[in-house]
């Protein structure tokens, strides 16, 4: 398993983690992490959540470029992700 960071920019409506360009591939991952902010903790039960994991479990995988973001325009988002 390999472990990936990107750094998304939000744009003005829906944004991917990943756009696969010309020629490159799209990437099908295990697990992801987002995040609004570095080192937030989020509460047990939910509350004001700063953090998101997917988990796919198993060999199952989810395809970066059918996630996406909502925020405000220029907002980052840290996205750490396992292939």
């Given at each position: 398993m390999a472990t990936h960071h990107v750094t998304v920019t939000l744009g003005s409506g829906a944004t991917?983690?990943?756009t696969p360009s010309a020629g490159q591939s799209?990437?099908?991952v295990l697990?992801?992490?987002i995040d609004?902010?570095?080192g937030a903790s989020?509460?047990?039960g939910g509350g004001t959540a700063n953090r998101l994991v997917i988990r796919t479990g198993g060999s199952?995988?989810?395809n970066l470029a059918t996630i996406?973001?909502?925020g405000t325009a220029?907002?980052?988002c840290h996205v750490l992700y396992h292939t």
């Open positions: 991917p983690i990943l799209s990437k099908n697990e992801v992490q609004s902010d570095y989020i509460p047990a199952r995988q989810i996406y973001l909502f220029s907002q980052k």
